[in-house]
């Protein structure tokens, strides 16, 4: 990496997921070495190492390690991801291969890097061509979340491209690094290890039945015909798995095979796991190295890169490492298998020193172009590509940009005879999932806000929207349901509290702001007829819900009993529950946060302004005033909830998934606070909630497609979710309404202020 390179770099923190030493595998010397090799190349770069730990509690683990992740443990891939989002980092190297992480074909990664923005790139170890489904899956997700793959051999960028689509420009080919060692005569080291006089074949890595070590035992019957004092060199611990399964079975089967064939004084098995000093000089000391393994997909080897790297002429079949590494005359191929080939090349080599020498002399010069030095600097490259690559954020909305106008635009679509359907692919209506009465309890409330709609328009889907809502009840059971499936057949004879009160606050509001005496009416009969459910409902948010309708049924039937009732109970029921689970840092109903959170303060501020009970005020305004604080970024933006944060007891909360509802409900409750206080700064929080659709939040990025009305379904690390189901698109445009009636409205008989998006 030139110096003007280096200088230019954007990279300083960089977040590296791996198996790591002390853990014996070639992945975890792989990422060892990575780590050393960029930190040494890059004197200033912080490597945060993330371990992933197959046996929580076995390995003692050096202070480079940051955390280990324990394989199976779903949760711990979370944590991880929200300790690296806020760790500073500026990207993600993932070095991948099958069966070291979690889940099917190793998916928990993915639940990791979905709960961080940071840009990734992935060191493939393993590419395969004929994937399982969720091989494939879990491979198309890590190339859609990756901005940059690097593979180790050219036939990794073929593969991808052509079983798995990927983009040719998202691929960097970077050998599988060596260290830096000179070139020694063999003779000079065998001494050490009592190799004096012999002729020495060597193999080195974890042992394990896809080695092909018996290929080479076979043919050692021909080879010490060849040349007798030929010796084999099998050095390496049992895979861990393989001891886990059957102990030494297979080490002594081979052990077994040398003695049956007469040559167990030619073969020599070493039952170690030897750090690197030593390996390298076991390396040098052997006149040939043989890599016999048997999967012809296998991209990569670090045992047979090292061996290039100290200059040894390598016999190996033709898997897709060895076949590019080896080409052009820097090592000998011999087919999967074939004893009879494996001791003629085996034998040639080690007979006729001016091959065996011309060969070392290449395989040394190609292992100077993959040195560790030069694939940390073809990383660096790669890490800043990365970064380079990511959109930029933006510092917040335009000032002077002025809210949205309500649109039904992108409602219709997800709309029909029947109702509204629950889900979209993108912007495309997923009919599989249906309709819900939660999500045409919204719509009927934005056909009783939204301005200006033609009037014919707001008939049809006003009617539309109450008949489901309508339909849904079931006189039996007293209930609302709530899923329909698409043939209009319902899901369950009962739904949730939630989309039970949700039906009673849509009726409320109906029977209070609908434009024609009709529908003012039918919500009013249907309101009286299910109301009294709400004694039932134990959840302090369906009891929100219900308030909600209750104080709207009030607007429009000032002392209507039932509606009373409901707000009077239930306001009582809020209070207490704040007061037991009040802390003095915590101002809040409940021990955890969860979903809608600011409804619960809203009912209480509607029920005390419609009851005159100043206390239910001033309960909202606090609780208000608490979950608000709690959705303010460091940045000063409006920060939903997010999902992850539910039921976290007295926790802060975290900032992903967050979701459209969320700014909804604030600018909703905010609104609600106006009113009823004349204080500005409610307007001006309701303007905050509101920009975060806008893109005022914490990824810059807008959710609304103001050009149809629609919203995007969530704000995730790694940019906003595509979809636009109709909660999303109901939130927005219920947002849209609120706002524009906060701007003409007159806290407590005042004129009405103006109100600026700036």
């Known amino acids: 990496m030139s110096a003007s390179l280096k200088a230019a770099a954007r990279i300083d923190h960089v977040a590296l997921i791996g198996n790591f030493l ?14 050393e090799a960029m930190v040494d190349r890059f004197g200033d770069l912080i490597v945060d190492v993330y371990a992933m730990d197959d046996h929580p509690g076995r390995y003692a683990y050096p202070p480079e390690v940051t955390r280990a992740i324990p394989q199976h443990e779903l949760g711990a891939y979370i944590d991880a991801g929200r300790a690296i989002e806020t760790s500073g980092a500026k990207a993600i190297w993932v070095q991948h291969e099958y069966g070291i992480y979690g889940g099917a074909a190793g998916d928990h990664l993915l639940a990791l890097l979905d709960r961080t923005s940071l840009p990734v790139i992935v060191t493939l170890h393993t590419i395969l061509e004929a994937p399982s489904a969720d091989e494939r899956r879990v491979m198309e997700a890590l190339l859609r979340r990756a901005s940059r793959v690097i593979v180790m051999a050219d036939l990794g960028r073929d593969i991808l491209r052509r079983v798995y689509g990927a983009s040719p420009r998202m691929i960097a080919m970077i ?14 080291l065998k001494p050490r290890f009592g190799w004096e006089g012999r002729k020495v074949l060597f193999t080195f890595g974890l042992l394990a039945p896809n080695k092909g070590i018996e290929t080479v035992i076979e043919a050692m019957p021909a080879i010490r015909a060849a040349a007798p004092d030929a010796l084999y060199v099998v050095l390496g611990a049992t895979h861990p798995n393989l001891v886990a399964h059957e102990g030494e079975a297979y080490r002594e089967r081979l052990v077994a095979l040398a003695e049956r064939l007469g040559v167990a004084e030619h073969v020599r098995f070493i039952d170690a796991f030897i750090e690197e000093p030593e390996l390298l000089e076991y390396l040098q000391a052997a006149d040939v190295y043989v890599t016999p393994y048997l999967n012809p997909a296998q991209i990569t080897s670090g045992t047979l890169s090292y061996a290039v790297g100290m200059g040894k002429p390598v016999v190996s079949t033709p898997y897709v490492h060895a076949t590019e590494i080896l080409a052009d005359g820097h090592g000998v191929l011999v087919d999967f298998g074939d004893v009879a080939a494996t001791a003629d090349a085996v034998s040639t080599l080690l007979t006729d020193d001016a091959r065996r020498q011309a060969i070392a002399a290449r395989a040394y010069a190609r292992g100077r172009t993959m040195l560790w030095t030069r694939s940390a600097e073809a990383a660096m490259e790669a890490l ?7 959109p930029a954020r933006l510092a917040g909305v335009t000032p002077g940009q002025t809210p949205l106008v309500p649109d039904l635009t992108a409602v219709e679509r997800m709309s029909d005879a029947t109702g509204m359907l629950q889900h979209s692919i993108y912007s495309i209506p997923d009919r599989r999932h249906g309709y819900c009465i939660d999500d045409n309890a919204r719509a009927l409330i934005l056909m009783c806000r939204i301005d200006p709609l033609a009037a014919d328009l707001r008939d049809k889907w006003t009617s539309v929207y109450a008949s489901f809502v309508q339909f849904a009840w079931n006189d039996e059971q007293r209930r609302f349901r709530n899923f329909m499936n698409f043939d209009r057949s319902w899901c369950e004879d009962a739904g949730s509290e939630d989309s039970n009160g949700r039906a009673l606050w849509a009726l409320g509001v109906c029977a209070s702001e609908a434009r024609e005496q009709k529908h003012r009416d039918w919500a009013a009969m249907m309101f009286d007829r299910t109301a009294s459910l709400a004694f039932e409902l134990g959840s302090p948010r369906a009891q929100a819900f219900a308030m909600l309708g209750a104080a709207a049924m009030r607007e429009a039937h000032p002392g209507h009993a039932l509606a ?6 239930f306001g009582e029921q809020l209070i207490a529950l704040c007061d037991a689970a009040r802390r003095p840092e915590w101002k809040w109903f ?19 302004h419609a009851l005159g009970r100043a206390d239910f005020i001033a309960c909202g305004i606090e609780t208000l005033d608490w979950i608000v604080a709690r959705q303010t970024s460091p940045a000063g933006r409006f920060r939903a909830v997010g999902t992850e944060s539910f039921g976290r007891k007295f926790a802060d909360p975290m900032p992903f998934d967050q979701q459209p509802l969320e700014a909804q409900a604030t600018v909703d409750a905010c609104a609600a606070a106006y009113l009823a206080t004349g204080d500005a700064r409610w307007r001006d929080e309701a303007m905050r909630a509101y920009r975060w659709y806008l893109g005022a939040n914490d990824l810059g990025l807008p959710l609304a497609t103001a050009q149809d009305g629609g919203c995007y379904d969530g704000l995730h690390p790694s940019g906003v979710n595509r979809n636009q189901g109709a ?5 927005l445009q219920l947002a849209n309404c609120a706002i524009s009636a906060l701007s003409n409205a007159a806290p407590l008989g005042k004129e009405a202020p103006d109100i600026v998006a700036a």
Do not use: W
Request: aromatic letters at 4%.
């Open 590 to 608: 409940e021990i955890v946060l969860a979903y809608d959170n600011a409804r619960l303060p809203e009912a209480l501020i509607r029920a005390g």
């Open 175 to 188: 050998p599988h690094g060596v260290p830096d060692r000179a070139m020694l005569d063999p003779d000079a």
């Open 727 to 731: 909660e999303s698109i109901l939130a």
């Open 564 to 569: 009373t009732d409901i707000l009077t109970r």
């Open 22 to 35: 002390p853990r014996k595998c070639g992945l975890a010397t792989f990422t060892t070495h990575t780590y």
């Open 384 to 390: 800043d590509a990365a970064v380079a690559a990511q």
